[in-house]
Nanobody, 123 residues
Framework: QVQLVESGGGSVQAGGSLRLSCAAS????????MAWFRQAPGKEREGVAR???????TYVDFVQGRFTISRDNAKNTLYLQMNSLKPEDTGMYYC?????????????????WGQGTQVTVFS
């Protein structure tokens, strides 16, 4: 059974950085597309970035140049390095997995989800 466990969230001042991790188990992560989503209170879950394999990453416009998604297949771990954080980046961040990559990022396309890690950016 696929399991995803996020960590690394926290509270940070605007302009700061955080690095999220997602430990995967129960499958061979190299064959799966991995993605990060986020959900702010009262809003729908939205895609942030996805990675098919190392070097093949895609980002939504509002994080382009600030966030970096990466994966270490040997460790079955997904990462999201977030720099220049803004208050509007606040939300619960989830990692997700599916077999095969698609774009745009739609939460409904992803089969496996972690429990989420909270990111709060204060001004």
């Amino acid at each position: 059974q696929v399991q995803l466990v996020e960590s690394g969230g926290g509270s940070v001042q605007a302009g700061g950085s955080l690095r999220l991790s997602c430990a995967a188990s129960g499958y061979t992560s190299s064959t799966y597309c991995m993605a990060w989503f986020r959900q702010a209170p009262g809003k729908e879950r939205e895609g942030v970035a996805r990675i098919r394999s190392p070097g093949y990453a895609t980002y939504v416009d509002f994080v382009q140049g600030r966030f970096t998604i990466s994966r270490d297949n040997a460790k079955n771990t997904l990462y999201l390095q977030m720099n220049s954080l803004k208050p509007e980046d606040t939300g619960m961040y989830y990692c997700a997995a599916r077999y095969g990559c698609t774009w745009p990022l739609y939460a409904a396309d992803y089969s496996y989800w972690g429990q989420g890690t909270q990111v709060t950016v204060f001004s």
